[in-house]
């Protein structure tokens, strides 16, 4: 079974890449992050034809989370329980699999924007109130997949250059402690359960020609509960989309589970 995550950056603009992606690999699971379009404007019936069933939290121009699965899910829940929020960003749906259902949740996390800012200070907020949400998920569902943008890179290895970036948002020591927070709930990062090459990374800035110089973050993952970690028998970064006409500045990350 293969779970993915991909920060679309625009649905409206994206939907032929994504579907031709998912035509290329046909995963089990997706789940996208900034859709940037209200719920009536999700693209239900076009991933119904490539065989995708589709639950999504959509919010016009910005933010927005979808989970698309080949098997249909039950028991969805919209943003994070007990935040008040009205950007959405948390999706959950839990999904038949092999050996078990999988809770599955999609998180675009805050940006934080700049060190210190009123929107720095929500993301730490966010990021609290979505370890109290796992805390409980992960009682309730042990075979718990989070996936999405955490707009952190969690160590010096999954940023270009950690000298130029140091105490800047991202890579900040209050945010990589949120960001490990959740793992010390009982998650783990999968792809760093491998061995990976330098530098992988999962997003570039369009600018300053970031991609072809590989300036980039690993600021996407995937992380699994213990019960899934152990059943993970890859993780990777599929960089070749973000190379293509028009793309997002994210890389789709996937994650292998089983034979």
């Not at 924007?113 to 730490?124: I, M, N, R, T, W």
């Not at 075979?143 to 999954?158: F, H, I, K, Q, S």
Request: hydrophobic residues 40%.
């Amino acid at each position: 079974m293969k779970l993915a995550t991909w920060n679309i950056n625009s649905l409206n603009i994206r939907l032929q890449h994504v579907l031709d992606w998912l035509a290329a690999h046909p995963v089990d699971v997706l789940c996208l992050q900034e859709l940037k379009l209200a719920d009536d404007k999700f693209p239900h019936e076009a991933f119904a034809q490539s065989g995708y069933h589709a639950v999504w939290a959509g919010q016009k121009t910005y933010n927005g989370v979808a989970i698309l699965a080949r098997q249909a899910g039950r028991d969805s829940v919209r943003n994070i329980p007990g935040l008040e929020d009205p950007q959405q960003r948390a999706l959950a749906w839990t999904i038949p699999a092999p050996g078990g259902d999988i809770r599955v949740i999609c998180v675009y996390c805050p940006n934080g924007q700049a060190v210190g800012s009123d929107k720095y200070e929500y993301k730490l907020r966010w990021y609290a109130a979505l370890r109290e949400w796992l805390k409980g998920e992960l009682d309730l569902h042990p075979r718990l997949a989070v996936l999405g943008d955490y707009n952190v890179a969690p160590t010096d290895a999954d940023v270009h250059n950690p000298e130029k970036w140091e105490g800047q948002v991202h890579v900040s020591e209050p945010e990589r402690n949120a960001f490990f927070s959740l793992v010390e709930l009982g998650l783990a990062d999968a792809f760093r359960l491998f061995e990976q090459p330098p530098k992988t990374f999962s997003w570039w800035d369009y600018r300053q020609l970031a991609f072809r110089r590989n300036a980039g973050l690993r600021i996407d993952h995937i992380l699994l509960s213990n019960s899934l970690a152990g059943d993970c028998k890859a993780c990777e970064i599929d960089k070749e989309p973000r190379g293509g006409g028009q793309p997002s500045d994210h890389a789709p990350v996937i994650a292998t589970l089983g034979d």
